[in-house]
């Protein structure tokens, strides 16, 4: 079977999506830089979870047009993308871990990361994953899954 050269970067974002589905093991504030260039799509992951936990809507200029959010098994369309932010709540975000990879033209960052709201005495936690493509803006947010562990979870 011959594949086109046009369909191998649809196969390798296919390939990381399904990676990063899979469980895998954090160690508390770790952040890796696997290759040069990881800074800027570590910066775009902390921005897009700020902006997230605030409610604002600058938020959504970090995403491609196309891109694709689920939090918690449930696609999300706007504020709050991820999982572990509540709605309506003002809170701040904490990233407790996180490793990027720079692959040409994708990234994909695995990020741990930590909502609290003082005032309300409330706390959640959540992981993500997400797939950065580099585009003639710079870097945007193609794909988001992010979900909180389960309670028997470590």
């Known amino acids: 079977m011959v594949r086109s050269v046009a369909a191998r970067p649809l196969v390798a974002v296919l390939a990381l999506m ?3 589905c899979t469980k895998r093991t954090v160690r508390p504030r770790e952040v890796t830089a696997v290759r040069a260039g990881t800074d800027d799509v570590q910066n775009l992951v902390r921005l897009a979870l700020t902006l997230d936990a605030a409610g604002d809507r600058t938020a959504d200029t970090l995403y491609a047009g196309d891109a694709v959010v689920v939090g918690n098994a449930r696609v999300r369309l ?15 975000v904490t990233i407790t871990a996180a490793n990027a990879t720079v692959s040409g033209v994708l990234a994909w960052v695995l990020v741990d990361y930590r909502w609290v709201n003082a005032v309300e005495r409330r706390a959640e936690v959540g992981r993500a994953t997400l797939i950065c493509e580099r585009r003639a803006s710079g870097w945007k947010i193609v794909h988001a899954h992010s979900s909180q562990p389960l309670p028997w979870e470590p």
């Not at 504020?79 to 701040?92: L, T």
């Open 18 to 20: 399904l990676a990063a």
């Open 78 to 92: 706007a504020a709050p993308r991820f999982a572990a932010i509540v709605p309506g709540g003002s809170g701040r």
